[in-house]
């Protein structure tokens, strides 16, 4: 593929999945994307500090107080000791926080869906076969 052509695809790539991913997003909004990504980074990573957090979402400590205050405000994390840091503690998901991500989860996966459904099968046979190279664009992000 020539330079002019791969540039041509990272640009329509780029847009593509931008606004695709703005459209859903704001049908979904029920919680905002900091706070959305924090809740999936605790469901991956378990139970973690503050500190632990604030790296994994490349924010500073203060920005991630305010966001688990939010979230604890909400009930959807729940704190406890650090067993190994008494002065620490530990965020974890509750069971709201579970089914919040779970709600937001169906509820794009719907949108998509719908959307899918508009597109011929062979541009969804075109999608699924795509699959592969977009997953491989996404995951080395913190296997690093």
Same mark, same amino acid.
């Given at each position: 593929?020539?330079a002019?052509?791969?540039?041509e695809?990272?640009t329509r %790539?780029?847009?593509?999945v931008?606004?695709?991913h703005r459209r /859903?997003?704001?049908?979904?909004n029920d919680?905002?994307?900091?706070q ?5 980074? /605790? ?8 500190g632990?957090l +604030?790296? #994994?979402e +490349? ?5 991630? $107080?305010?966001v688990l205050?939010?979230l !604890?405000? #909400? +009930?959807? /994390?729940?704190? @406890?000791?650090?067993? !190994?840091?008494?002065? @620490?503690v #530990?965020v974890?998901l @509750?069971?709201?926080?579970?089914e919040a991500?779970?709600h937001?989860?169906?509820?794009r ?7 899918l459904?508009r597109l011929t099968?062979?541009?969804r046979? !075109?999608l &699924?076969?795509?699959?592969p +190279? %977009?997953?491989?664009?996404? $995951?080395?992000? &913190?296997?690093?």
């Amino acid at each position: 593929m020539a330079a002019a052509t791969d540039t041509e695809l990272a640009t329509r %790539l780029r847009l593509a999945v931008s606004r695709l991913h703005r459209r /859903i997003r704001l049908v979904t909004n029920d919680v905002p994307p900091l706070q959305l990504s924090t809740l999936v980074s /605790i469901e991956q990573y378990g139970p973690l500090r503050l500190g632990e957090l +604030a790296q #994994r979402e +490349a924010v500073t400590a203060p920005t991630m $107080t305010r966001v688990l205050a939010a979230l !604890d405000e #909400r +009930a959807l /994390i729940v704190r @406890s000791p650090d067993p !190994d840091d008494a002065r @620490s503690v #530990r965020v974890a998901l @509750s069971e709201a926080g579970r089914e919040a991500l779970e709600h937001v989860r169906s509820r794009r996966t719907a949108l998509l869906d719908a959307r899918l459904a508009r597109l011929t099968v062979r541009q969804r046979e !075109d999608l &699924f076969a795509a699959l592969p +190279a %977009l997953e491989a664009l996404v $995951t080395e992000e &913190f296997d690093r």
